[in-house]
């Protein structure tokens, strides 16, 4: 337990690709805790895709991230000091603390104590999590997979979309994902049980996806945009859905690409749905019960990429951003 | 009342734009009535935008038009002869009988008697028609119009946009249209009654659009595509809704323009949604109703551009296609 607090600040805000200068690191001392206040110290901080927006001025469905001020990010912690009844020392909670080692809370507002006994602490930034409720709402609330229905995932390796996929497949949907490079794919099917992956770098991707959705496409999970989409929505059938969820190819591109074939959208009807997790408060406790039980069960995997020390957790996000990471990125704030 | 019959036939698939020679106008004999037929002679043909796809060979949710065939089409008309008990001459008949003066229709399927007692016969192929049950379907279906709601409609003086926006005031929204040119535009105020117009041939298109929707856009009727969606998605409030009916602007480009800001419809969350009104025959009687109540009740107002002569259908078509028209465009078949 370090004596100081460190926090990952925005130095700046980048235009195109993130750089590790854009953040820096600060130090300095863990504050006290005042009336009614909690102290957590995280244990581990979740990188995800949305960060990269929030590092933007623009207006957006959440308020950028401050310059001088620790990045926000998704945290699961202990608390180590608490002047709140609801709270005490020990207690393991999940918050949306940032990049930060220390963090203060008034009245414990927005932590949830989590039990680590059958689930693991850090499933709780990931299949258990903000990841997990994602995958559950686009695929419950918008894509409707059954018994069928061909279902892809874009990064289908990554937190959400190996969730996504699986989830599709437990509702009875064939599953087929998209991620980058042999090693995710092998991994995708043969440790997630999708029924087929394919690799959007082979220079066969187009050819490559075509034959594994023998009957089109009816639900796409769209994580990355970019010609990954354009590749899929030219193998959509009619009445196909697609939860918008992520496009995170474009979010570095200073002119990013949309999508140029909307004419197939009309033609086959399609429904394309802009979604984000935070908008429906109401469904996290039904998604979160079911995602829990799914995963003391064994029938909903994960895998994880820790990186070490909170000090690259900037290299980390950037290696996430390209798709570095394999599974869920999370960094153990202090080693 | 000619001797003959006469057809205007699909003489070659056309690249690009459209050209009069692709069509073909052929004479031929009025075809003998047998057993259970009914002759009907077609008095208005609909010219609309969904008939430049059925000209490509592509796969679209319709079968392509056939080289050497007539095109296809809606038509209202007469029966002058009837070997079926359901039809007898005089009846005034709504089909889809294309472009042709006279066609023969065994048993009488798909044709529809209808009344011009109150709605003259050709608002059954406007807004009593298809056009009008395609903007009942994307408004009611699709758009949620209420109170409070801005709704944007391109091609605003067209058969469809002209309905669109009606429909959207009908149910307590704010109608905002967009059209081209000074003549169209105070038509869609004036007498249609919505409460503005912008015209996108203007240099201030984008700044216009802006200034008459201070709280946004929360629904965006799509007819044209290209320039037109690019500087509507820029104004989408969050939760907007896009009932994507139809991209008349790209139709006649070999590489048509899609949708570049694909990072709005993610980040406010938008719905997207292509139809087509075939799909849902189950609703027509219900919207035919209600919008013949409309019409009646002067509550839904429309214009008809008519070209005169089948010979003109042709040159109409493809003046239609660039906005050429005043409203729904029709073509009385015999001078």
Redo the contacts between chains.
């Keep these: 337990m370090t004596a100081k607090n460190v926090k990952v600040t925005l130095a700046r805000r980048p235009t195109g690709w993130v750089q590790e200068s854009d953040f820096r690191i600060v130090e300095s001392a863990i504050p006290d805790v005042g009336s009614g206040q909690v102290l957590v110290r995280n244990h581990f901080l979740s990188l995800d895709p949305y960060m990269r ?1 929030r590092m933007n001025d623009s207006a ?2 959440a308020e950028p991230a401050k310059i001088g001020e620790p990045m926000v990010g998704g945290t699961v912690g202990e608390v180590v000091k608490s002047n709140s009844e609801k709270f005490s020392p020990g207690d393991m909670v999940v918050g949306f603390l940032g990049w930060q080692l220390y963090a203060l809370v008034d009245r414990g507002i927005g932590l949830t104590k989590i039990s680590t006994k059958v689930v693991p602490a850090t499933a709780y930034l990931g299949a258990v999590g903000m990841p997990g409720v994602t995958a559950w709402m686009g695929m419950t609330q918008i894509a409707e997979p059954k018994e069928g229905k061909t279902a892809v995932i874009s990064a289908a390796s990554g937190a959400v979309g190996s969730a996504a996929g699986q989830i599709a497949k437990i509702k009875g949907a064939r599953a087929v994902g998209i991620a980058g490079g042999k090693k995710k794919c092998d991994y995708v099917v043969e440790e997630l049980g999708f029924d087929a992956c394919v690799d959007y770098r082979s220079e066969t991707f187009a050819a490559d996806l075509k034959k594994v959705v023998p009957r089109g496409i009816d639900i796409y999970f769209e994580n990355v ?1 970019g010609k990954v ?1 354009e590749t899929v929505v030219a193998l959509l059938n ?1 009445f196909a859905r697609i939860p ?4 995170i190819s ?1 979010y570095n591109e200073v002119r ?8 197939a ?12 997790v935070s ?1 429906r408060l109401d469904i996290w406790p039904a998604a979160l019960t079911e995602l829990g039980g799914w995963v003391a069960a064994g029938k909903l995997k994960y895998r994880e990429t820790i990186a070490q020390g909170i000090e690259h957790a900037p290299a980390a996000f950037i290696g996430m951003l390209k798709g570095e990471n394999f599974g869920k990125q999370l960094v153990k704030l202090v080693v």
Excluded: K, W
């Design positions: 927006g957006s469905y945009g989409l009619p918008l969820c992520g496009l474009q990013p690409h949309g999508l140029d074939n909307l004419q959208i009309l033609t086959n009807r399609v429904l394309m749905q802009g979604f984000i908008d």
